[in-house]
């Protein structure tokens, strides 16, 4: 038995989709837009592309900081990383075939993007690597070794 995704209510339409025939889709979403803006904080697809940056996870261990970046849709090609005066920077560009004509409603961005991270004085910048897998990326930046804690012996 297959199960569909999408629930059906045979005698109820989507609010918006009731109204499409008495007007203009541009007109719902300018009427709707404040309501998206309250519940959601944006107002739909601009205002996601104007603000869009992957999303990132630091986590630190005794040896290293780790940064952890989503980047669906992408390869390694469309992604660049440096390290300059401790300030880590990831940038890129993606890209998406979109079919404007037949497209409903656009929300998913596209078009480069650029994160910067300043790192604590306490990491060596000259040995950071970085992994790319299944549209996460790793960035391991280890802490320098004159800045670990150490035990002392006592004399």
Same mark, same amino acid.
């Given at each position: 038995m297959t199960r569909s995704l999408i629930h059906r209510t045979p005698f109820r339409r989507p609010l918006i989709g009731a109204f499409e025939p008495l007007f203009d889709k541009a007109m719902l979403d300018d009427f709707f837009s404040p309501?998206?803006?309250?519940?959601?904080?944006?107002?739909?697809?601009?205002?996601a592309a104007a603000t869009w940056s992957p999303a990132a996870d630091l986590?630190?261990?005794?040896?290293?900081?780790?940064?952890?970046?989503?980047?669906?849709?992408?390869?390694?090609?469309d992604i660049e990383l440096t390290v300059e005066d401790h300030v880590l920077t990831l940038s890129g560009?993606?890209?998406?075939?979109?079919?404007?004509?037949?497209?409903?409603?656009?929300?998913?961005?596209?078009?480069?993007?650029?994160?910067?991270?300043?790192?604590?004085?306490?990491?060596? @910048? @000259?040995?950071?690597?970085?992994?790319?897998?299944?549209?996460?990326?790793?960035?391991?930046i280890p802490k320098a070794e004159e800045t670990k @804690?150490?035990?002392?012996e006592i004399a």
């Amino acid at each position: 038995m297959t199960r569909s995704l999408i629930h059906r209510t045979p005698f109820r339409r989507p609010l918006i989709g009731a109204f499409e025939p008495l007007f203009d889709k541009a007109m719902l979403d300018d009427f709707f837009s404040p309501v998206l803006t309250r519940f959601t904080g944006h107002d739909g697809a601009e205002a996601a592309a104007a603000t869009w940056s992957p999303a990132a996870d630091l986590t630190q261990t005794e040896d290293a900081y780790t940064l952890t970046v989503d980047l669906p849709g992408l390869s390694r090609k469309d992604i660049e990383l440096t390290v300059e005066d401790h300030v880590l920077t990831l940038s890129g560009e993606r890209h998406i075939q979109r079919d404007t004509k037949s497209a409903d409603r656009i929300e998913r961005v596209h078009g480069r993007f650029a994160r910067r991270f300043h790192l604590p004085a306490d990491v060596d @910048a @000259a040995a950071v690597t970085a992994e790319f897998e299944n549209g996460v990326l790793n960035v391991v930046i280890p802490k320098a070794e004159e800045t670990k @804690a150490r035990k002392i012996e006592i004399a």
